[in-house]
C-alpha cells in the first residue's frame, strides 16, 4: 500500500513539474533564444603585433654579422577577409639588416558570427646583421601591413512621416529613437561611421529621406584609395598623397540603393567629414504611418598601418 | 473520516447555491466601454523569428479581434504599420464586414463576436541588415453605436409643494457597452420645461472621428484621416425622452454632430413637459462613429550565419 501511495506521489510530483516552466522550456515548450553574436561592431582591421624576442631588444654582433629572427603576429580583429594582396613589409636599414625576404603576402578570415576571433598567423623574416662599424649602435624594425578592407555597418532607422507630431495617431517609431546613431563606435573595421543624421526632408505630402554619414578613421593607420592595390602602397603608394585619406561610402535602405555624395570622400584627421546618402527616384507618402526600416552603410578603403621595434646593437669581437 | 466526508458534502452545497444565485439573472450587455479589442496572437509570430538566406522565410503575424461592446460591427479595416514593405512583404491591411461575425454582446452571445485574422508574408533578406527589429502597430478603424438608456426623472412644476413621485436628479454613468456614451446627464426642471445638460465622453484609449467618411479612410490608400474634419466627431442621431423625438430641441450640435474637446463635450436638450404630476422615463440617445484602437508589439528578424 505504501508502495503504491509512493508511486502515485512521484507521479503528482513530476505531472506538477511538467507544468512549470523551467520544465516546459527544456521540453521545447519555453520561449528559447539563439545567441547570434552581432559582428559589425569594433575599430580594429588587422591587428599586428612582433612576438616575444623576435627580434631581441638588443643583439650582439659579430664580426661575421649575427642572424636575426623577426616573427610578426597576425591577426584580423574587423569583419573584412584579408585577401591575397595583403601584403606585409619588413622594412630594415639595409646597411645594418640584411633580410633574405623582405615581404609576404597574407590570407585571414575576418570575425564572423561563427568564429568571434578572426583568423590569426605568423609571418617570420630572417636575415643577418651586418658587422657595425661603431661599437655600439641602434637600429628600427619596422613592419608596414597594407590591406583592402570594407565594412557594413547595420542600423535601424525611423522613418517618422510625421515629425512635428501633428497627427494623434500612435506612431510605431519616433525620429527621437535615430538619435542612438548620434555616436557610434566602429562597424568591424578601423575606417567607420561615427554618426548618422537621418533627415527627412518634406516636400509637397512625401519625404525625401537622407542620410549623413560621417565617416572616420578610428585607428592609428592611414586609409588610402581602394583603387590603389593594397600591394602598390606598400611599395610606393605612401608617397601619392592624391590618394591619402580616401573612402568610398554607398548606403542601402532596406531594397533602395542610396548614392553618397561625395563619393570617394576625402577624410580630414583633424575635421567632421561627412557623405550625403540619397536617392533620387524614393519618397516616402506623409500619409503613411511611421516606420522601422534598415540602413546599410557600406566604406571599402585600402589602409597602410605599421608597428616598429628600437634594437639595440653592440659589436663583440669573436676570438678565434 | 465522517467529518471529512461532510465537509465536501457542504463544500459542493455551498458551490451550488452561489452558482445559482447568478444563472437566472438577466444580463445587461450595454454596460462597460468594450468596444472592439484588438490583440496579436501570442506566439504568431514569435519573439524572435530567425531567417536564412537561400531559404522562403515566411513569416506570419496573427491578430485577434473581439467584440467587447454591444453594437455590431459590420464595417471596418484592420492596418497592420511600423515596418518597411521592402523587409517584410506582407499585406498591409484588411477590411472586414458584417459576414465576420463580429457581433455585440447579447443574450444569444454573452462573449460577443469574435474572429482571427492572419496577415501572411515573407522577409526579403537582402533588404534586412543582419537584424531588423520593426515595432509593428495593429490599427482597427471601425464604425460603431452607443444606445443609451437612462431613467430620469421629469417634474414639470418642481415649484409646487406637494408629494412626488421622483425627484429629478443628476445621473452620472460609467459606459454604455461602446468606447464611446454619455458620462453624466444633468437634469435640470423649471415650471413647463425641463432642460438636459448630455455630457459624451471617450471612455476608451483609442481616437473617435466622423463616421461620415467611413472606417475605410484608415486604409493606407483611403489617404489617412484628415484629422482636422473628422477627429473627434460623434453623431448624435436621436436623443428621445420616452417616445417622444426630442432631438430637435437639442442645441450644441452642428449638422447632428458633436466634436469632443480633450475626450468630453456635452450639448444641451429640452424637454417641454405638460401637468403637474411628477413621474420617471428613459431617455435615450443614440450615437454613431467611427474609432479607432491600435495595438503594439516588437519583433525581431535575426539573419542566421
Same mark, same amino acid.
Given at each position: 500500500?505504501?508502495?503504491?501511495?509512493?508511486?502515485?506521489?512521484?507521479?503528482?510530483?513530476?505531472?506538477?513539474?511538467?507544468?512549470?516552466?523551467?520544465?516546459?522550456?527544456?521540453?521545447?515548450?519555453?520561449?528559447?533564444?539563439?545567441?547570434?553574436?552581432?559582428?559589425?561592431?569594433?575599430?580594429?582591421?588587422?591587428?599586428?603585433?612582433?612576438?616575444?624576442?623576435?627580434? &631581441?631588444?638588443?643583439?650582439?654582433?659579430?664580426?661575421?654579422?649575427?642572424?636575426?629572427?623577426?616573427?610578426?603576429?597576425?591577426? #584580423?580583429?574587423?569583419?573584412?577577409?584579408?585577401?591575397?594582396?595583403?601584403?606585409?613589409?619588413?622594412?630594415?636599414?639595409?646597411?645594418?639588416?640584411?633580410?633574405?625576404?623582405?615581404?609576404?603576402?597574407?590570407?585571414?578570415?575576418?570575425?564572423?558570427?561563427?568564429?568571434?576571433?578572426?583568423?590569426?598567423?605568423?609571418?617570420?623574416?630572417?636575415?643577418?646583421? /651586418?658587422?657595425?662599424?661603431?661599437?655600439?649602435?641602434?637600429?628600427?624594425?619596422?613592419?608596414?601591413?597594407?590591406?583592402?578592407?570594407?565594412?557594413?555597418?547595420?542600423?535601424?532607422?525611423?522613418?517618422?512621416?510625421?515629425?512635428?507630431?501633428? %497627427?494623434?495617431?500612435?506612431?510605431?517609431?519616433?525620429?527621437?529613437?535615430?538619435?542612438?546613431?548620434?555616436?557610434?563606435?566602429?562597424? =568591424?573595421?578601423?575606417?567607420?561611421?561615427?554618426?548618422?543624421?537621418?533627415?527627412?526632408?518634406?516636400?509637397?505630402?512625401? &519625404?525625401? +529621406?537622407?542620410?549623413?554619414?560621417?565617416?572616420?578613421?578610428?585607428?592609428?593607420?592611414?586609409?588610402?584609395?581602394?583603387?590603389?592595390?593594397?600591394?602598390?602602397?606598400?611599395?610606393?603608394?605612401?608617397?601619392?598623397?592624391?590618394?591619402?585619406?580616401?573612402?568610398?561610402?554607398?548606403?542601402?535602405?532596406?531594397?533602395?540603393?542610396? %548614392?553618397?555624395?561625395?563619393?570617394?570622400?576625402?577624410?580630414? +584627421?583633424?575635421?567632421?567629414?561627412?557623405?550625403?546618402?540619397?536617392?533620387?527616384?524614393?519618397?516616402?507618402?506623409?500619409?503613411?504611418?511611421?516606420?522601422?526600416?534598415?540602413?546599410?552603410?557600406?566604406?571599402?578603403?585600402?589602409?597602410?598601418?605599421?608597428?616598429?621595434?628600437?634594437?639595440?646593437?653592440?659589436?663583440?669581437?669573436?676570438?678565434? | 473520516?465522517? %467529518?471529512?466526508?461532510?465537509?465536501?458534502?457542504?463544500?459542493?452545497?455551498?458551490?451550488?447555491?452561489? #452558482?445559482?444565485?447568478?444563472?437566472?439573472?438577466?444580463?445587461?450587455?450595454?454596460?462597460?466601454? =468594450?468596444?472592439?479589442?484588438?490583440?496579436?496572437?501570442?506566439?504568431?509570430?514569435?519573439?524572435?523569428?530567425?531567417?536564412?538566406?537561400? @531559404?522562403?522565410?515566411?513569416?506570419?503575424?496573427?491578430?485577434?479581434?473581439?467584440?467587447?461592446?454591444?453594437?455590431?460591427?459590420?464595417?471596418?479595416?484592420?492596418?497592420?504599420?511600423?515596418?518597411?514593405?521592402?523587409?517584410?512583404?506582407?499585406?498591409?491591411?484588411?477590411?472586414?464586414?458584417?459576414?465576420?461575425?463580429?457581433?455585440?454582446?447579447?443574450?444569444?452571445? +454573452? /462573449?460577443?463576436?469574435?474572429?482571427?485574422?492572419?496577415?501572411?508574408?515573407?522577409?526579403?533578406?537582402?533588404?534586412?541588415?543582419?537584424?531588423?527589429?520593426?515595432?509593428?502597430?495593429?490599427?482597427?478603424?471601425?464604425?460603431?453605436?452607443?444606445?443609451?438608456?437612462?431613467?430620469?426623472?421629469?417634474?414639470?412644476?418642481?415649484?409646487?409643494?406637494?408629494?412626488?413621485?421622483?425627484?429629478?436628479?443628476?445621473?452620472?454613468?460609467?459606459?454604455?457597452?461602446? +468606447?464611446?456614451?454619455?458620462?453624466?446627464?444633468?437634469?435640470?426642471?423649471?415650471?413647463?420645461?425641463?432642460?438636459?445638460?448630455?455630457?459624451?465622453?471617450?471612455? $476608451?484609449?483609442?481616437?473617435?472621428?466622423?463616421?461620415?467618411?467611413?472606417?475605410?479612410?484608415?486604409?493606407?490608400?483611403?489617404?489617412?484621416?484628415?484629422?482636422?474634419?473628422?477627429?473627434?466627431?460623434?453623431?448624435?442621431?436621436?436623443?428621445?425622452?420616452? #417616445? /417622444?423625438?426630442?432631438?430637435?430641441?437639442?442645441? =450644441?450640435?452642428?449638422? $447632428?454632430?458633436?466634436?469632443?474637446? #480633450?475626450? @468630453?463635450?456635452?450639448?444641451?436638450?429640452?424637454?417641454?413637459?405638460?401637468?403637474?404630476?411628477?413621474?420617471?422615463?428613459?431617455?435615450?440617445?443614440?450615437?454613431?462613429?467611427?474609432?479607432?484602437?491600435?495595438?503594439?508589439?516588437?519583433?525581431?528578424?535575426?539573419?542566421?550565419?
Amino acid at each position: 500500500m505504501l508502495k503504491i501511495l509512493k508511486i502515485f506521489f512521484i507521479a503528482f510530483l513530476l505531472l506538477t513539474l511538467s507544468g512549470c516552466s523551467v520544465i516546459s522550456g527544456l521540453f521545447g515548450g519555453g520561449n528559447t533564444n539563439l545567441d547570434i553574436p552581432d559582428i559589425h561592431k569594433g575599430t580594429e582591421g588587422l591587428k599586428m603585433s612582433f612576438e616575444k624576442n623576435q627580434p &631581441l631588444s638588443s643583439y650582439k654582433v659579430t664580426d661575421a654579422g649575427t642572424p636575426i629572427t623577426i616573427t610578426v603576429n597576425l591577426e #584580423n580583429k574587423g569583419t573584412s577577409v584579408l585577401a591575397e594582396d595583403t601584403t606585409i613589409v619588413v622594412n630594415a636599414d639595409k646597411s645594418y639588416i640584411a633580410l633574405d625576404n623582405d615581404r609576404s603576402n597574407v590570407v585571414l578570415q575576418g570575425i564572423t558570427e561563427r568564429y568571434s576571433k578572426g583568423e590569426s598567423a605568423k609571418l617570420t623574416f630572417t636575415g643577418m646583421i /651586418q658587422p657595425l662599424r661603431l661599437s655600439e649602435d641602434t637600429t628600427i624594425v619596422s613592419v608596414n601591413a597594407c590591406y583592402r578592407y570594407s565594412i557594413e555597418g547595420h542600423y535601424s532607422v525611423c522613418i517618422d512621416t510625421d515629425p512635428s507630431n501633428i %497627427k494623434t495617431q500612435k506612431k510605431a517609431c519616433s525620429s527621437a529613437d535615430n538619435n542612438k546613431l548620434g555616436s557610434l563606435g566602429g562597424q =568591424g573595421g578601423p575606417v567607420g561611421a561615427n554618426k548618422i543624421e537621418v533627415v527627412l526632408n518634406p516636400r509637397l505630402n512625401t &519625404l525625401k +529621406p537622407q542620410f549623413m554619414v560621417y565617416v572616420k578613421n578610428f585607428g592609428s593607420g592611414r586609409a588610402f584609395d581602394a583603387f590603389a592595390s593594397p600591394a602598390t602602397l606598400c611599395s610606393s603608394g605612401l608617397t601619392d598623397s592624391s590618394a591619402l585619406n580616401i573612402v568610398y561610402v554607398t548606403a542601402k535602405l532596406a531594397d533602395k540603393e542610396f %548614392k553618397c555624395s561625395p563619393n570617394p570622400i576625402v577624410i580630414n +584627421p583633424e575635421d567632421e567629414n561627412f557623405v550625403i546618402c540619397s536617392n533620387d527616384g524614393f519618397s516616402v507618402s506623409t500619409d503613411t504611418a511611421s516606420y522601422s526600416s534598415s540602413l546599410i552603410v557600406y566604406m571599402v578603403y585600402d589602409y597602410f598601418d605599421s608597428i616598429s621595434q628600437e634594437i639595440s646593437l653592440k659589436k663583440v669581437k669573436t676570438t678565434n | 473520516m465522517k %467529518k471529512l466526508i461532510l465537509i465536501l458534502v457542504l463544500i459542493v452545497l455551498l458551490y451550488g447555491c452561489t #452558482n445559482n444565485n447568478n444563472r437566472d439573472t438577466i444580463e445587461n450587455f450595454r454596460t462597460g466601454t =468594450g468596444g472592439l479589442s484588438v490583440s496579436f496572437i501570442p506566439n504568431h509570430p514569435p519573439a524572435k523569428v530567425y531567417v536564412r538566406n537561400g @531559404e522562403v522565410n515566411e513569416v506570419s503575424i496573427g491578430i485577434n479581434l473581439k467584440n467587447l461592446g454591444a453594437a455590431d460591427i459590420t464595417g471596418g479595416a484592420l492596418v497592420l504599420s511600423g515596418y518597411d514593405p521592402g523587409i517584410l512583404a506582407i499585406p498591409s491591411y484588411r477590411v472586414f464586414t458584417a459576414s465576420d461575425d463580429l457581433v455585440g454582446k447579447s443574450a444569444f452571445n +454573452p /462573449q460577443g463576436g469574435f474572429n482571427s485574422f492572419d496577415f501572411n508574408g515573407a522577409v526579403n533578406l537582402p533588404a534586412m541588415g543582419d537584424r531588423y527589429s520593426p515595432n509593428i502597430l495593429a490599427t482597427a478603424c471601425y464604425d460603431y453605436s452607443t444606445f443609451t438608456e437612462l431613467s430620469v426623472c421629469i417634474d414639470p412644476d418642481p415649484y409646487l409643494t406637494k408629494p412626488r413621485a421622483c425627484t429629478p436628479s443628476n445621473i452620472a454613468s460609467s459606459g454604455q457597452g461602446a +468606447p464611446i456614451g454619455v458620462s453624466k446627464v444633468n437634469v435640470e426642471p423649471t415650471k413647463g420645461r425641463t432642460i438636459f445638460q448630455i455630457f459624451f465622453k471617450n471612455f $476608451g484609449n483609442g481616437d473617435v472621428f466622423s463616421s461620415a467618411y467611413g472606417s475605410a479612410r484608415c486604409l493606407p490608400n483611403g489617404g489617412g484621416i484628415d484629422e482636422r474634419q473628422e477627429l473627434d466627431i460623434i453623431i448624435v442621431r436621436k436623443v428621445k425622452l420616452g #417616445n /417622444q423625438d426630442i432631438t430637435a430641441n437639442c442645441k =450644441g450640435m452642428g449638422w $447632428g454632430s458633436v466634436r469632443l474637446n #480633450n475626450g @468630453e463635450n456635452f450639448i444641451y436638450c429640452t424637454y417641454d413637459t405638460q401637468g403637474t404630476d411628477s413621474y420617471q422615463t428613459v431617455l435615450s440617445v443614440e450615437m454613431g462613429y467611427s474609432y479607432r484602437i491600435t495595438t503594439s508589439r516588437s519583433l525581431e528578424i535575426v539573419k542566421l550565419p
